[in-house]
């Protein structure tokens, strides 16, 4: 799997979240987030659909694009890749780092917790 790089990420985002669309409907969502051209966004998804990290299918006179890869899988092999190259593979390591370093509310305590004793289970 070619990994994507971290635009390549923010239209894989959308288009998980959002399933297939137009160019258009990609580039009003990028967008929102920070200002990029239509030709910039239509060129990065053309490069990705010959990475083979999206689909495209002619629908009349434009594509629909869809994602190729799988969410978790790309996220798992992002994470693993990052705990590896960054942490030495400990990943106590990057949950004392993560833990450490922010404010956890008690709902998100409350998920790692239920978490870690369904792991124990």
């Known amino acids: 799997m070619t990994t994507p790089t971290q635009a390549e990420l923010e239209i ?4 998980w979240g959002m399933g297939e ?31 083979g990290l ?8 434009s594509h629909i694009y869809s994602p190729v890869i799988q969410e978790s899988t790309t996220k798992n092999k992002l994470l693993s890749r990052f705990v590896d ?16 370093n922010a404010k956890v509310s008690d709902e998100e305590l409350k998920e790692i917790k239920d978490f870690l004793a369904q792991i124990e289970e």
């Open 12 to 15: 894989l985002n959308i288009l």
């Open 21 to 51: 669309l137009r160019v258009q409907e990609v580039h009003k969502q990028l967008n929102e987030v920070r200002p990029i051209g239509y030709t910039t966004t239509l060129k990065m998804m053309q490069v990705m659909a010959q990475k």
């Open 54 to 61: 999206l689909a495209r299918q002619l629908d009349g006179r």
């Open 85 to 100: 190259s960054t942490f030495g593979g400990s990943r106590s390591q990057l949950l004392m780092q993560l833990l450490g």
